[in-house]
Nanobody, 126 residues
Framework: QVQLVESGGGLVQAGGSLRLSCTAS????????MGWFRQAPGKEREFAAA????????YYRDSVKGRFTISSDNAKKTVYLDMNGLKPEDTAVYHC???????????????????WGQGTQVTVSS
């Protein structure tokens, strides 16, 4: 069993920055895949970024490339999402999730993730 706790959300003006953190408790492995997903009001949940807990592999959705950076600290079992150049359309509840089977090839599919955090609100004002 793995538990995930996110932190770091908040209200920021367009162009601003935020750092989200997601810390896992319980047994983990450097091959685990950790993803960030987001869900805006009235919209479906969408993939934002993913990383292997070792930090070896990273991947982003096109709309956040060049603005968001995902990183990990395996020793701390923590994944970070640094968000710069935030836009109003980035407003959403952000959830981190973990796939203990390390299915990197399916990293954008929310169905592969077994454990999810409670989410943290990110609001970007225009």
């Amino acid at each position: 069993q793995v538990q995930l706790v996110e932190s770091g959300g908040g209200l920021v003006q367009a162009g601003g920055s935020l750092r989200l953190s997601c810390t896992a408790s319980g047994r983990t492995n450097s091959n685990y895949v950790m993803g960030w997903f987001r869900q805006a009001p009235g919209k479906e949940r969408e993939f934002a970024a993913a990383i292997t807990l070792s930090g070896t592999n990273t991947y982003y959705r096109d709309s956040v490339k060049g603005r968001f950076t995902i990183s990990s600290d395996n020793a701390k079992k923590t994944v970070y999402l640094d968000m710069n150049g935030l836009k109003p359309e980035d407003t959403a509840v952000y959830h981190c999730a973990i796939d203990p089977r390390g299915r990197w090839g399916e990293r954008t599919d929310s169905r592969i993730y077994w454990y999810w955090g409670q989410g943290t609100q990110v609001t970007v004002s225009s």
